[in-house]
C-alpha cells in the first residue's frame, strides 16, 4: 500500500513521502499562483482550479487568498462560494455539496497527529528533517450549508443538508439536516427550517 493509499484510507502515513511531496509542492504552487492574480482573471483562475481541484462543479467562486495542502482531494458541487483567507488541509476527502457558502477564515481539517510523541515522531534523527506521523478522516458538508466565518471544521466530521453552523464555531461532531448549530463545541440549537 503507497503512503498516498493508506493516508486516504484514515491510516498512519509518512507525509515525507515522494509522492506526496511532489503533490504538495505542486498544490503549494498552483494556490500561490491563484492568490497572485488579478481579482478579474476569471479565466486564469478557472484553468488554476481545473488542474488544482479533484473536481467542481458549475458557478465555483473562490476569493483570495485560499490555502489547501494538496488540493486534488477537495470536490465541489455546484454553485459555492469560498469568501477571502480560508484553509483547507485536504489529507483526505473533502466533499461539499450544491449551494455552500463558506465564510471568511474558515478552516477545515483531515488530517490530526497520534497524541503521544513518540508515536508522532519515533526516533528523531539528529540530521535532515522528520516528518511526523499522520493520519486522517474525510470531511463531508451537504447542500445549502452556509459555514459562518472563522469555523473550524474537524476531520471526520459530517454536516448534513441545509445547516448553518455559526461564526467562530469549532465542529467537532457531525451535525444533522436542518440545524443550526453554533459554539465551541459546536451543537445544535434549533431546527432549520
Known amino acids: 500500500m503507497t503512503e498516498r493509499e493508506k493516508m486516504l484510507a484514515g491510516l ?23 492568490n497572485n492574480l488579478d481579482s478579474e482573471d476569471m479565466e486564469g483562475k478557472d484553468k488554476i482550479l481545473n488542474e488544482l481541484l479533484g473536481s467542481r ?14 488540493g486534488n482531494n477537495i470536490y465541489f458541487g455546484n454553485n459555492c462560494e469560498v469568501n477571502m483567507n480560508c484553509t483547507f488541509l485536504d ?13 471568511p477564515n474558515v478552516q ?9 510523541a513518540t508515536e508522532r515522531f519515533g526516533v528523531v534523527k539528529e540530521e535532515g528533517f522528520e516528518f511526523c506521523k499522520t493520519m486522517t478522516a474525510p470531511v463531508t458538508i451537504g447542500n445549502n450549508v452556509w459555514i459562518g466565518g472563522g469555523a473550524i471544521i474537524l476531520p471526520g466530521v459530517k454536516i448534513g443538508d441545509n ?10 461532531k457531525s451535525i444533522p439536516d436542518n440545524s443550526v448549530a ?12
Open 12 to 34: 498512519l502515513y509518512d507525509c515525507g513521502d515522494q509522492e506526496l511531496i511532489t503533490q504538495w509542492h505542486k498544490a503549494k504552487n498552483l494556490i500561490r499562483n491563484y
Open 163 to 172: 445547516v448553518v453552523i455559526g461564526a467562530g464555531s469549532v465542529v467537532t
Open 108 to 116: 477545515i481539517y483531515t488530517a490530526f497527529h497520534p497524541a503521544n
Open 57 to 70: 462543479g458549475r458557478n465555483l467562486w473562490i476569493t483570495s487568498p485560499f490555502y489547501v495542502d494538496y
Open 91 to 103: 489529507d483526505n476527502r473533502i466533499v461539499i455539496g450544491d449551494n455552500a457558502l463558506i465564510a
Open 182 to 193: 453554533f459554539g465551541c463545541p459546536c451543537k445544535v440549537v434549533r431546527e432549520n427550517n
